[in-house]
């Protein structure tokens, strides 16, 4: 079992930065590939970045690509999600994902791969 607990959402101008955290308890961390989604209300869940076990490998959604940064810090438990030139329509609840399981058949920019969720947290950007 795995528990993710999300924290630094908040409400942030146009143009601001912000910084949110995931902290992962329950499992070694190392083991866990992780991922953030975000979802806006009346829209799918979309996915955002993921990061491999070893934080060697990174891939973003094209709307966030270039200013978004994942990140992980494995002596910490935490992912990182660095945004910085956010906009109006970064505005969603963000969610951490982790998969522990085996290969999977399933890509990474699906939300059915991971198995694990934390409760998310608000950004709201302000024009």
């Known amino acids: 079992q795995v528990k993710l607990v999300e924290s630094g959402g908040g409400l942030v101008q146009a143009g601001g930065s912000l910084r949110l955290s995931c902290a992962a308890d329950?499992?070694?961390?190392?083991?866990?590939?992780m991922a953030w989604f975000r979802q806006a209300p009346g829209k799918e869940r979309e996915f955002v970045a993921r990061i491999n076990r070893r934080g060697t490998i990174t891939n973003y959604a094209d709307s966030v690509k270039g200013r978004f940064t994942i990140s992980r810090d494995n002596s910490k438990n935490t992912v990182i999600l660095q945004m910085n030139t956010l906009k109006p329509e970064d505005t969603a609840d963000y969610l951490c994902?982790?998969?522990?399981?085996?290969?999977?058949?399933?890509?990474?920019?699906?939300?059915?791969?991971?198995?694990?969720w934390g409760q998310g947290t608000q950004v709201t950007v302000s024009s």
């Open positions: 329950g499992r070694a961390f190392s083991d866990l590939r």
């Open positions: 994902a982790a998969d522990g399981g085996p290969w999977s058949s399933l890509s990474y920019l699906t939300s059915e791969r991971y198995e694990y």
